[in-house]
């Protein structure tokens, strides 16, 4: 498998339990965040994403909080499951003008069974 | 069923060669990317274009080139000035700036 994350902090959680991941974020001006999850050898997925007019919002089995004053991001994972294991990152961007990603380092989940 | 599609999965360079990386997306996105991954690193961006004939400079340019001449097309070439290229190459494409990405499959380079 690819080697990415390899000395990547990691997170171990126990099958059905909730994961809860955490990013803190760079640019005071960041208006858009993503969270990504990234599966061995393979491209990064799109998770849930959120706008800097929230502080909250809720997918299938995920939710992600938004503290602009701490420039906090963190991604919670409800009933973690095996399938959930793989490295998951932050994005942040301004969606204003030219942008660019700035993307987090990442953290490893390893479901345990 | 609409993607973006890279080509081959594991690339082996000799010394002193160029080789080149392929995209293709279907999804009519107008902005396409390159990033490169390496070990405990954030993605970073090599290359982006937002519209066809168009493109800059990212982060990391230095030893690579790149060409826009179709949408759905955006090839990466690394070449022999690229003093470290063993790495995973990532493409993405979006709609437009600002919104959020998605990824090829990755290309795997190595240099023997």
């Known amino acids: 498998g690819e080697s990415v994350g390899l000395h990547l902090p990691t997170l171990s959680v126990q099958e059905g339990d909730n994961s809860i991941i955490n990013c803190a974020y760079s640019?005071?001006?960041?208006?858009?965040f993503i969270w990504y999850k990234q599966e061995s050898g393979k491209g990064p997925q799109f998770i849930i994403d959120?706008?800097?007019?929230?502080d909250k919002r809720q997918g299938q089995r995920v939710t992600v909080l938004l503290n602009k004053t701490v420039k906090h991001l963190s991604l919670q994972i409800a009933a973690t499951q095996p399938g959930d294991s793989a490295v998951y990152f932050c994005?942040?961007?301004?969606?204003?003008?030219?942008?660019?990603?700035?993307f987090g380092t990442g953290t490893r989940l390893k479901v345990l069974a | 069923d609409g993607g973006i599609t890279q080509s081959p999965k594991y690339l082996f360079r000799k010394e002193g060669q160029n080789v080149t990386l392929s995209c293709e997306q279907n999804?009519?996105?107008?902005?396409m990317y390159w990033y490169r991954q390496d070990p405990g690193q954030g993605l970073r961006l090599i290359y982006y274009?937002?519209?066809?004939?168009?493109?800059q400079k990212g982060d990391i340019a230095e030893g690579y080139s790149v060409s826009r001449e179709k949408k759905e097309s955006f090839p990466l070439t690394v070449t022999s000035a690229q003093k470290n290229p063993t790495a995973f190459y990532l493409c993405?494409?979006?709609?437009?700036?600002?919104?959020?990405?998605?990824f090829g499959s990755g290309t795997r380079l190595t240099v023997v």
């Open positions: 274009s937002q519209i066809v004939n168009d493109f």
């Open positions: 993405a494409s979006s709609m437009r700036p600002s919104y959020g990405y998605t």
């Open positions: 640019n005071s001006a960041s208006d858009y």
């Open positions: 994005a942040e961007s301004t969606t204003s003008g030219t942008y660019k990603y700035i």
């Open positions: 999804l009519n996105h107008d902005a």
């Open positions: 959120i706008r800097s007019n929230m």
